[in-house]
């Protein structure tokens, strides 16, 4: 395994950080969970697409730059090193996007990708029910063939960007007489403008809306907007599922980059800072430092033809969301009362951490998974 640099990927790099020295905003954007944040986010993903930087590991057909995963997460180092706003658009360029490649249609790649990476076309995650969170299995909404599509009918909740979003992606039970409740299940997009779709914000802890609940009520939705087989949508969110909880949502590059910058902040408190701290913010710089490597080794053995280890993913996604919690409480000690009063990128950023156990599967569950994949433990008890 080589970890060196080549010097293409050298001259990538230096492409990435010399755009964004030009483009990235002087003055931060207002949070993307506000209508006014939203717009500017958005504003700011078709400025990526301009540049060919908001799809950079996708096919050049479809707004990309053919990047290897390696370059991707140099562009990523790149990106969070250089201050750039949040991505608005990840949910369709993270998840969505990555599925359609493997997946999707021509028609559906061809229609739904280009105003994807262009940030014309923001999308909402749809997946999390009452009463069907991590245990996506069980859920109730439904979706009904009639003639040309499907009639979608129940409640979404916890919905990530669909307070301001155009369009979402999500799984329904289409066969309900399947013998298992991960069968008979159907992978389907349709439009939050849509008639019969009702979209209630829902707020955060620090009152803004993150996140949406949907009821939809007899939503139409043509054959053209089923993603994989009907009945097979269970594969197919598995695939968007490992993206969720890998790399790909949450890359080395955006914990790099926070650990430096809390190194930065324990140097300026000097001689006031808390010397207990010294220890958490050495851990902080070890664990970001651990994930870059462990991600880089497993680029290097994508580009030898080797496969992720199944619950890799579940792994990674449990170090990175304690990674990030441990970042932050960090940085709001060292800032101290006034400081985490006062808000702020730390104290934001904090908030946001604390959900990290929770979506994309609870860390609960993604033990369970690491258990019994990866350690080859007895199944254990679900309650």
Known sequence: ?????????????????????????????????????????????????????SVVSWPAAYGGRDATLLQWLVFEEEYHAAGAPGRVGQ???????????????????????????????????AWSEPEAGSDLASLRSTAT???????????KTWSSRAAFADRAFGLFRSHPGAPRPHQGLTYLMFGLDAPGVTVRPLARLDGKPAF?????????????????????????????AADERGLTLRSPGRFTAAARRLAALWHSCGEDADPSAADRVADALIGARAYQLAAY?????????????????SLTKVFWSELDIALHETALDLLGPPGEAAGGPWAEGWVFALAGPVYAGTNEIQRDIVAERLLGLPRGRRR
Do not use: C, K, Y
């Open 145 to 155: 063939r009639t003639e040309g599509g499907w009639l979608l009918r129940g409640q």
């Open 1 to 53: 395994m080589d970890l060196d640099f080549t010097a293409e990927e050298r001259s990538f790099r230096r492409q990435a950080r010399d755009w964004l020295a030009a483009h990235v905003p002087a003055v931060p954007l207002p949070s993307l969970e506000t209508a006014e944040g939203f717009a500017a986010h958005r504003a700011w993903e078709r400025r990526l697409a301009v540049g060919r930087w």
């Open 297 to 313: 080794a497993g680029a290097a053995r994508a580009a030898e033809g080797g496969a992720p280890e199944a619950g890799a993913s």
């Open 212 to 240: 949406a609940e949907l009821f939809l009520d007899d939503v139409f939705v043509p054959d053209a907007d089923v993603v994989g087989s009907p009945g097979d949508g269970w594969r197919v969110a598995m695939s968007t």
């Open 91 to 125: 949910n369709g360029i993270s998840l969505l996007g990555p599925t359609l490649l493997e997946h999707g249609t021509q028609e559906q790649r061809d229609r739904v990708l280009p105003p994807m990476a262009r940030g014309e076309v923001i999308w909402a995650q």
